[in-house]
């Protein structure tokens, strides 16, 4: 099946940035979407940031202007440059991709999570 490879989490202090990264594998046929969410303690998992064909992009009004997600086709990878971070970003972090497997059905995929600090 699909598998998705989280990594870039780590500590920041207010201000600073970190980029997360997310690598898919397994029996591809098309990826129509990948995005971004977070989940902090106490709260629901919320969408940060989608990406689609087209690279048409959309994103959680907290995190406009701030954070910016990017796609690599050749690399089935998409990616989450962070900027401008806050203390409310602390959460972990998921990579999601929606697509096609190269046996025809269709599939949704979560990565293992990958943890952001924001503190001083």
């Known amino acids: 099946q699909v598998q998705l490879v989280e990594s870039g989490g780590g500590l920041a202090q207010p201000g600073g940035s970190l980029r997360l990264s997310c690598a898919a594998s397994?029996?591809?046929?098309?990826?129509?979407?990948m995005g971004w969410y977070r989940q902090a303690p106490g709260k629901q998992r919320e969408l940060v940031a989608t990406?689609?064909?087209?690279?048409?992009?959309n994103y959680a009004d907290s995190v406009k202007g701030r954070f910016t997600i990017s796609r690599d086709v050749a690399k089935n990878t998409v990616y989450l440059q962070m900027n401008s971070l806050k203390p409310e970003d602390t959460a972990v972090y998921f990579c999601?991709?929606?697509?096609?497997?190269?046996?025809?059905?269709?599939?949704?995929?979560w990565g293992q999570g990958t943890q952001v600090t924001v503190s001083s």
């Open positions: 397994g029996s591809i046929s098309r990826i129509d979407a």
């Open positions: 990406i689609i064909s087209g690279f048409s992009t």
């Open positions: 999601n991709v929606h697509g096609q497997t190269a046996f025809g059905g269709r599939f949704g995929s």
